[in-house]
C-alpha cells in the first residue's frame, strides 16, 4: 500500500504557473504509474497527465495540452505537475494517483491509490 500527500495549491492568478507536488510513502514508489487528475465543481474527474516508472510522460490532451510538465524523482518519492498559463477554467481539486499494474491509463478507475487532493483555485 502507498499513500499519497499532494501540496502546492492556492491561488493563483490567470496567467500565472504553479507547482504541485505529491509525496508518497513506502518503499514501492519506483515501481509504479503516477498520474495526475483534477475534479472541478459539477464536473467529472478529468485525466491531466502521467508517468511512467521510468519517466516517459504524458501531459494530457485538450484543454491543458502544452501547458503541463508532469516529472517524478524516485529517491524523493514524489511526482511533481508543472503547470504554466493558468487559466480560470483550471480551477479544481487535483489528485494525484498511484497505478500498480502495468501499461499507461487516462482513467480514473484505473488507478489504485489517491491522494487527497489540493486546491488550485485561478483569478481572471
Known amino acids: 500500500q502507498v499513500q499519497l500527500v499532494e501540496s502546492g495549491g492556492g491561488l493563483v492568478q490567470a496567467g500565472g504557473s504553479l507547482r504541485l507536488s505529491c509525496a508518497a510513502s513506502?518503499?514501492?514508489?519506483?515501481?509504479?504509474?503516477m498520474g495526475w487528475f483534477r475534479q472541478a465543481p459539477g464536473k467529472e474527474r478529468e485525466f491531466v497527465a502521467l508517468?511512467?516508472?521510468?519517466?516517459?510522460?504524458?501531459c494530457s490532451v485538450g484543454s491543458v495540452k502544452g501547458r503541463c510538465t508532469i516529472s517524478r524523482d524516485n529517491a524523493k518519492n514524489t511526482v511533481y505537475l508543472q503547470m504554466n498559463s493558468l487559466k480560470p477554467e483550471d480551477t479544481a481539486v487535483y489528485y494525484c494517483?498511484?497505478?500498480?499494474?502495468?501499461?499507461?491509463?487516462?482513467?480514473?478507475?484505473?488507478?489504485?491509490?489517491w491522494g487527497q487532493g489540493t486546491q488550485v483555485t485561478v483569478s481572471s
Open positions: 508517468i511512467t516508472q521510468i519517466g516517459v510522460n504524458t
Open positions: 494517483a498511484a497505478k500498480r499494474s502495468a501499461g499507461r491509463s487516462t482513467i480514473a478507475g484505473a488507478y489504485d491509490y
Open positions: 513506502g518503499r514501492t514508489f519506483a515501481t509504479y504509474i
